[in-house]
């Protein structure tokens, strides 16, 4: 991993002021917060100044975020670099997303190859969840979300226009069917504390969609925006594709397999699926046991469920999906452990699932990495 500070036209010196404001600024904010929370744990719900407290304390984790903001613009241009797979990055931020109590429909179509950038992760990721952020917002009586990431060749005039060389890049491409935007809103959505509608979204004001660009910026990349009045957005990360002998990622250390030794119990009508889970398992050190329907898997565990300490299931089967299956387990143990394992979309019954209890989900194809480092985060 290499370490790059680029340079951009902020001055140290103010770069330098700013972070120790901020730091000075959110220790004092923790100060006051953790007085603040004293008092609300001596006052009843129904004592007229409960609402003042928790005011003040909404008013404190505003001023926070704030100052999380200056922290960042202070270290914009810091960056660590390495070789990553643009797909594996997307799929791990789409598979950490919070979609409970939102009617929102997720698909995410990743492609086939290896998208290979010279990037630093943390900084990508935080792009990408800004927009994400932004598009949920925007659909606030639920919608669809679309993330799709691909290869694109950019040359001559095309290239031209967003002020790239001709070369391959790498697209992410993040679209929601919300409210859409105006002209003279679209022109402003990357001007600092700038929000289309302060009223309704006064929290949102801040640096994110500023810093974004920033960053793509830095790594010789360009954001991209469409976006019309009821028809929803769509925002364009373009990167440049890493030439690499095999275009093959490398895995960072910190992204290296990690064994188990608990049982699980594989559900799935695919028995191509059911095969390579046992042998995935076994590799990273579980006990497994599989079945093909949800009926299967109900029998099963009502026999053995003190022994079975995780649950893989599938969404879309015969007689008994996903969700059918997952309440009848939790009847038998409203504890249990399940990860479910899906395609590329994470709809209503999926979310169901999430609300349910379900500890998360994991989308196909997955590789033996991201499934290693999943199965520990939802056993832990």
């Known amino acids: 991993m290499e370490h790059i500070q680029l340079k951009n036209e902020t001055p140290d010196a103010v ?151 001709n070369g391959f890049f790498v697209k992410i491409t993040i679209t929601d069917s919300g409210i859409g935007m105006e002209r003279d809103v679209l022109e402003n959505i990357f001007t600092p504390f700038y929000s289309a509608d302060h009223e309704l979204y006064p929290e949102k004001k801040g640096l994110g969609l500023t810093f974004a660009r920033e960053i793509i910026q830095n790594h010789n990349g360009v954001i991209d925006v469409w976006s019309s009045p009821k028809m929803g957005s769509s925002f364009s990360v373009i990167l440049p594709l890493k030439e690499t002998a095999d275009n093959i990622d490398i895995p960072a250390e910190d992204e290296k397999l990690v064994m188990g030794n608990e049982s699980v119990l594989l559900v799935d009508d695919e028995e191509r699926i059911l095969t390579v889970g046992r042998e995935i398992c076994k590799a990273l050190g579980y006990s497994v046991m599989t079945v093909s329907s949800g009926k299967e898997a109900i029998k099963i565990y009502k026999e053995k469920n ?25 009847k038998i143990n409203p504890g249990i452990k399940v990860l479910l394992s899906t395609g590329y979309s994470i709809d209503e019954k999926a979310q169901e699932m999430l609300r349910q209890g379900c500890k998360g989900y994991i989308l196909k194809p997955y590789s033996v990495i991201d499934f290693s480092h999943k199965l520990r985060e939802v056993l832990k």
């Open 15 to 165: 770069e330098a002021l700013t972070g120790g404001i901020a730091h000075d600024f959110n220790n004092l904010l923790a100060a006051i917060k953790g007085r603040a929370s004293l008092m609300l744990n001596s006052v009843k719900p129904s004592d007229p100044l409960y609402r003042h407290i928790m005011e003040i304390i909404r008013c404190i984790d505003k001023g926070s975020e704030i100052a999380n903001q200056l922290l960042g613009f202070a270290k914009v241009d810091e960056y660590y670099t390495s070789s990553i797979d643009v797909n594996r990055l997307v799929r791990k931020a789409m598979e950490n997303l919070d979609l409970k109590g939102k009617r929102v429909v997720l698909d995410v179509d990743l492609d086939s190859k290896p998208l290979t950038i010279e990037a630093d992760p943390d900084k990508i990721n935080q792009v990408l969840m800004t927009i994400v952020d932004n598009a949920l917002l925007a659909m606030p009586k639920g919608g669809k979300l679309s993330v799709v990431t691909e290869s694109a060749a950019i040359l001559n005039g095309t290239a031209e226009s967003y002020g790239l060389n």
């Open 306 to 330: 003190k022994g079975i300490n995780l649950v893989i299931l599938d969404m879309i089967m015969p007689e008994m999906n996903g969700l059918e299956t997952f309440l009848e387990l939790k």
